[in-house]
């Protein structure tokens, strides 16, 4: 390794022949105004790491007579020299870029499978299904109906909505009825779609033959024209069916949030002592830190109160000993990843530095309090 490669591979990614096509560097330079990106950044590129480079300051001491890029005072930010405007994007997405559109993909098909999750139905001591507001909103319509129809011996005969029911309870136990209707051979089942287990729907739209008393029934969905003639036939007698049960939902749904509003209460109440300092709450324990940071420049130095109070916070950091190995002081500065955040940092006695979340560290604070 030697201090002009560094430079020299610095120049390349921060350059217009680079940044022409590297939407990646772009975006990130793109993002602040001045035009700098983190240096952390640059010590996580592949030919930066096989250069043997994972320190800033070897990247501000190997840039420090560019006439390329300029490093900021705290040495922990680069950008093109003067904060040059980016030059005129041509080409394609280079192989990294392509990642890291892969990984936004991904993330987007994560929170979608986040949202489709599949809910646990919730029952009552009775077995009964607790229903959420969200279940009365844009049901499902699926209809029943049995072939195995005798005129004379069934004469009096109807089909049983409860029993097709507790069919339905038994066999499928992720699927929420919330409206039953029957006429004399058939009928009409209203399912939530709020977090649907689509396995489990299709298949009870599915079944053929499936016994119900002393008939066997076939179910499909209703769409287009059926699903509009249910609604003409059948709307008025839905909401009068569902409405007590809406309003039970309701209900529950008011009970639980007064239950997180009374927690919460209670965690704001709660007082803590750190550092010998007494805080009446918790968020006093948060303005605390806030009032640190904000009113920290960086690069500075924590004095000796507000590092023994972030000492104490520390404590309650899932890595802490690794975090305070080789310690020497606190600092403030900007997050090594988004420049637009800043936060704390341990300086190690070899003047490495590492940030840690002093918000997660608060959470356990108050997590913890009440074990």
């Known amino acids: 390794m030697s201090v002009a490669d560094i430079k020299k591979q610095v120049e390349y990614y921060m350059g217009d022949a680079n940044l022409e096509k590297d939407e990646f560097f772009r975006d990130l330079i793109s993002e602040d105004k001045t035009g700098f990106i983190t240096i952390a950044t640059i010590l996580k590129c592949n030919k930066i790491k096989k250069l043997g480079v994972n320190q800033a300051k070897q990247v501000v001491d190997a840039c420090v007579d560019s006439k390329e890029v300029e490093t900021s005072k705290d040495g922990l930010r680069i950008r093109r020299i003067g904060g040059k405007a980016l030059p005129e994007k041509t080409g394609t997405l280079k192989k990294r870029d392509a990642k890291v559109e892969e ?49 004379k011996a069934d004469e009096d005969y109807k089909v049983s909505w409860k029993e097709l029911e507790a069919v339905i309870n038994s066999k499928f136990d992720h699927i929420k009825v919330v409206y039953s209707r029957g006429d004399k051979y058939e009928g009409d089942i209203a399912v939530s779609r709020h977090k649907l287990d689509k396995e489990q729907f299709e298949g009870l739209c599915a079944l053929k033959d499936q016994e119900v008393g002393n008939k066997k029934f076939t179910f499909h969905e209703l769409a287009g024209e059926e699903l509009k003639e249910f609604w003409q036939k059948h709307g008025g007698h839905f909401q009068y069916c569902i409405a007590p049960k809406l309003r039970l939902a309701r209900k529950n749904q008011r009970v639980v949030q007064q239950e997180k509003r009374e927690e919460k209460a209670k965690r704001q109440k709660q007082s803590f002592t750190i550092a010998g300092v007494y805080y009446m709450d918790i968020n006093k324990v948060k303005s605390k ?17 507000d590092a023994d109070f972030m000492k104490e916070l520390l404590k309650f950091h899932e890595k802490c000993d690794a975090k305070m190995k080789d310690f020497d002081h606190f600092e403030v500065g900007v997050h090594p990843e988004y420049v637009k955040t800043r936060c704390f940092f341990v300086v190690k006695t070899n003047g490495d530095k590492e940030d840690f979340s002093v918000s997660k560290c608060i959470t356990v604070l108050e997590a913890k309090s009440f074990e």
């Open 289 to 305: 830190s806030r009032a640190i940071l904000n009113l920290k420049k960086d690069g500075e130095t924590l004095e000796e109160a």
């Open 103 to 151: 990984k936004k993909v991904q993330a987007s098909e994560t929170a979608e499978a986040k949202t489709t999750e599949v809910a646990e139905v919730v029952r009552d001591e009775k077995g009964r299904i607790v229903f959420c507001q969200n279940d009365f909103e844009n049901t499902l319509i699926v209809h029943f109906k049995t072939e195995d129809v005798d005129e």
